[in-house]
């Protein structure tokens, strides 16, 4: 359904209120990424207009593929209806500033794509910028990587990496700290994408595009008050302060996602009560993705996208008898409940003694420590002597394993040991080997294991 | 050609595409797989069309899967005795081939209902169609994924060397070799495989 049937706004009229409502966030972008980098010297002045460019070239390069798409079909008529600058302005707002162009521009190429193959404008079930996004997520997944998202001369993790990271709940000092206090987060100066991070400005266009009837706000408000209302529940639960909350609401792109993303005029419900639903199950479904991943934003409103049919259905049977609504309520209310159960629990886990992992003997010189221990892998245990000197691993040698022939040879293959010293300040992000998954991830807990006891 | 584009059992049927997405990663496997669907297709048609005057349709179904699960175990048996590799990568879609809806449909839809003769033609049509299909997904799928060509690497222990070809690409779409990619690419392959049909029919 196009939006000039869901909704009595004229198109482009909603399109130039969307246009107005992301002017200041792109201003916002060119001062964060751009005039912040200038002062401190790392770009030159034209460095300072490259958030514009990157955004430019993401509309532009949307806009030419449903061009030349729509004059291959001979309907150029429907070209003029069908916005084809959005979904590549949306993207490049949620990629990271030092995506490289070609990135973009692939993104760009399937966000296009999503689009025209069912129908054009008015007729794509799914969010276009968001599809290029998950594209690039599992394609390109670099690009995701620390340095990416360089915002001062240091590059650091977004605060969402940042707490992935973080065994446990996370306290204050770890979550918030690194960043500044949470004015910072509510004003933008975190780290992240190009447009996400700044929540004021996009609660002045939540203001702004409410108040033109632009976007359905009742999916942004439900939406964000159920991601805090959960996130409440499990700071409660496990006894930490209102920062929490706030925290993963500031954090990430789900101020962003929640007014621009998921209010989408053609993917979203039509329904007054299937809008909250969809708010409430986006929320709920955000949550668990990042208790389990980092983020999860993109995720939650393209699985939502899938089921908004249903929603309607049942918005508007809702209409003519309201108790149709009891069971959505009913099982919206289990899963909120169970939900913030379950992700409390996985984050009251403290880190406990792998029952696996055992020394065998530990030897102690000056500045050298001699290891010898073993940690079940696939097969049997794995034993090992690991020569640690000044802190740092020098050597590790297999003295017996029980693995199987290919799996253990492909490990050696991969130079598998090599690659554990040499990461050894970040051992968990080293990738395991494919094909012998269980055995290369157990050469890397025994390591991990022997640094603990180390430390 | 007309009958490989008419008769197609994952472009035009959209049959087995359980194994067609699940073991494509690889070339080698694509079209280990593939042969093995015909291995079981072929003796499965033979032998359900040498009993088919002999089975009344009721109890159709259970004597078709245990012929066809003969075969299969057969077939995975000597795999595991030559081809031990193989045998693990190909994993459980292996014994799934049981239920493969090609190898039954056909026992079902063909062999139950002409000669013996007519059955083994019908086997070989269907299943070189299917070989030749995951022999494109697998290649689609392990060039533009993993950016790597494996001719022979797990059934070496049979042919005596390796046959795989490294960074072919400047690039790689790591997309490609997740199960999601499986899906974009029979789509894609469908989308061009159904215009090719559309041109030789109109012709």
Known sequence: ???????????????????????????????????????????????????????????????????????????????????????????????????????????????????????????????????????????????????????????????????????????????????????????????????????????????????????????????????????????????????????????????????????????????????????????????????????????????????????????????FNSYACLPWVVLVCFMIIVSMFVLASKKRVVAEKDPNFNIVNKEVTDNKTIYTATQKGYGGNIKADVVIENGKIVSVEIISHNETKDRYQSVTDANYINKLIEGQDNLKNVDTVSGATVTSTSLRKLLINVMEDFH | MKSFLKDNPIFALSLGLCSALAVTTTFEKAYMMGLSVLFVLLFSNIFVSLIRKHVSTSIQIPVFILIIGTFVTILSLLLERFMPSLYDSLGVYLSLITVNCIVLGRALAFASKNSVGKSIADAFKIGIGYTIAMMLIGLVRELFGSNTLTFMNDISALTGYRLVFKNVLPFSLSILATPAGAFITIGILTAIFNFIRSKYESN
Not at chain 1, 124 to 137: D, E, K, R, S, T
Request: charged share 10%.
């Open chain 1, 1 to 319: 359904m196009g939006p000039f049937i869901k909704s009595s706004n004229k198109t482009s009229r909603m399109m130039f209120n969307l246009l107005i409502a992301l002017t200041p966030i792109i201003l916002f972008t060119v001062y964060k990424h751009g005039y912040i980098p200038y002062t401190h010297g790392q770009v030159d002045v034209f460095g300072i207009f490259y958030p514009l460019l990157f955004v430019l070239i993401g509309s532009l390069t949307t806009f030419i593929i449903e061009l030349l798409y729509y004059l291959i079909i001979k309907r150029t008529d429907e070209f003029k209806t069908s916005y084809g600058f959005f979904p590549g302005l949306f993207l490049a707002l949620i990629l990271p500033i030092k995506t490289p162009i070609y990135v973009l521009l692939v993104g760009c190429l399937v966000a296009s794509l999503s689009k025209i193959v069912f129908g054009g404008f008015g007729r794509n079930i799914f969010n276009p910028a968001l599809i290029g996004y998950i594209f690039v997520v599992a394609t390109f997944s670099f690009v995701f990587s620390t340095s990416y998202y360089e915002v001062d001369t240091v590059s650091k993790a977004t605060p969402l990496t940042n707490a992935s990271m973080v065994s446990g709940i996370g306290t204050y000092d770890e979550l918030v700290k690194p960043y500044g206090d949470l004015l910072d987060f509510f004003i933008g100066t975190t780290p992240g994408s190009l447009a996400e991070t700044s929540t004021l400005l996009c609660l002045l266009a939540f203001i702004y595009l409410t108040c033109t009837k632009t976007i359905k706000w009742r999916i942004s408000l439900s939406y964000i008050s159920t991601v805090f209302l959960i996130t409440f529940g499990i700071s409660r639960l496990l006894g930490v302060g209102l920062y929490y909350p706030l925290f993963h609401i500031l954090s990430g792109g789900l101020v962003f996602g929640a007014v621009f993303m998921a209010t989408d005029p053609v993917t979203s419900a039509a329904t007054t009560t299937g809008q909250i639903f969809q708010g409430i199950l986006l929320g709920i479904l955000t949550c668990i993705l990042r208790f389990t991943t980092t983020e999860g934003v993109a995720t939650s409103i393209l699985i939502m996208n899938m089921f908004v049919f249903i929603l309607d259905k049942m918005g508007s049977r809702v209409r």
